[in-house]
């Protein structure tokens, strides 16, 4: 009976190791995965991206642990993580307690939580969610590509922010944040109205095949928004067009690699390691034949409208063929409203 009782304990505590090790190899391998999903992106869509000097740490949340990609030594000097991962391109450490009891992480800062420690880190971090606690915050994140277009998203306001001379410009303009402009938006019909149309010229450039008629949407967008932001200035008596260009260019270049990487999945072939061990991946099942109106909210403005008016901006200087992203985030104030504006008026002659 005793020898029994140990043969089942075994078992069971056997099972529980394999159960265990399975699952932080998922974790290693979705990490991979997505760091996989860099170049692709660099060599499309915005060169550098991939390159090791614009590479930031991750910290990967499960309910109870923390695992970190590719810290920087001074992260690593001062919690002494355990390595637990390693291949060519990532180191994965795990710690020994979880790092805070935020139930849920997406976002990309400068360092950790400071009521938890005085660390004063001068690169940004990616912090993320597992795909199972994101896909519970949000139903439609249902397959792990999906959930990795939102780290990836992240990931790039990473490659923004290591841009020393753009983050100090964003650092400046710290006091009014993307909750204020979304309330601004949230709290005024007029304005959303005024929003609305800006982006309606803005599509309708990006779609016309003629010349004039795009030049004319161009002029009208730019007239509409000098318009809306100085009625901004007389009703609520601020002056906010710093700070959309910020928001706006930060934003909408972020989308616009999300929104690519799914262009991408439409055509990717599976992941043979997550196929066989990640039951959340589906092969890009559902980006097969992917096509943007299938997600209106990429190109339609909501309360935080300066993603969609961003993201359709960068659209147009594509279109326009109009170089941006060898200088947007290395000259400090430079923004996308700013380069479409001064490459259109240089065009034309203004």
């Known amino acids: 009976m005793n020898i029994k009782i140990i043969l089942i304990m075994s078992i069971i505590l056997f099972c529980g190791k394999v159960n265990s ?29 991939d390159e090791k000097k614009y590479d930031v740490a991750l910290i990967y949340f499960t309910e109870t642990e923390s695992y970190i990609a590719n810290p920087e030594e001074d992260f690593i000097n001062y ?14 450490y795990k710690t020994i307690k979880r790092f805070d009891k935020n139930p849920f992480h ?9 009521s938890i420690d005085k660390i004063v880190r001068p690169s940004p971090i990616m912090y993320c969610s597992s795909f199972e606690i994101t896909s519970k915050k949000f139903p439609q994140s249902t397959s792990t590509e999906y959930w990795a277009t939102m780290i990836i998203h992240e990931y790039f306001h990473g490659f923004q922010f290591i841009h020393k001379k753009y983050i100090n410009e964003v650092l400046k303009l710290s006091e009014v944040s993307e909750d204020s402009l979304s309330n601004i938006f949230k709290n005024n019909i007029w304005f959303q109205e005024k929003i609305k149309n800006e982006n309606d010229f803005l599509l309708k450039a990006i ?58 999945y439409a055509t990717k072939k599976p992941d043979i390691k997550l196929v066989s061990a990640d039951s959340a991946y589906n092969s890009y099942k559902v980006f097969k034949n992917y096509k943007m109106e299938k997600d209106p909210w990429l190109f339609t403005p909501g309360k935080r409208y300066f ?27 430079l923004s996308l409203d700013e380069i479409l504006k001064t490459n259109y008026q240089k065009k034309n002659g203004r």
Do not use: H
């Open 207 to 264: 779609q016309s095949n003629n010349k004039s008629e795009t030049e004319n949407y161009i002029t009208n967008f730019f007239t509409l928004r000098e318009e809306r932001r100085l009625e901004t200035k007389s009703k609520l008596n601020l002056e906010i067009e710093k700070y959309e260009k910020i928001y706006e260019t930060m934003e909408g270049t972020a989308r616009y690699i999300e929104y690519n990487l799914q262009v991408e």
């Open 79 to 92: 919690y002494k993580p355990i390595l637990v991962f390693k291949n060519k391109n990532i180191k994965i």
């Open 21 to 49: 090790q399975n699952n932080e190899e998922i974790i290693f391998d979705r990490i991979d995965y997505i760091f996989n999903l860099k170049p692709i992106l660099a060599k499309r869509y915005w060169k550098g991206f």
């Open 307 to 333: 993603y969609a008016t961003g993201f359709n901006i960068v659209r147009l200087l594509d279109k326009l063929k109009i170089n941006y992203k060898s200088r947007l985030f290395k000259e400090s104030k």
């Open 106 to 114: 997406m976002e990309t800062s400068f360092g950790i939580d400071e």
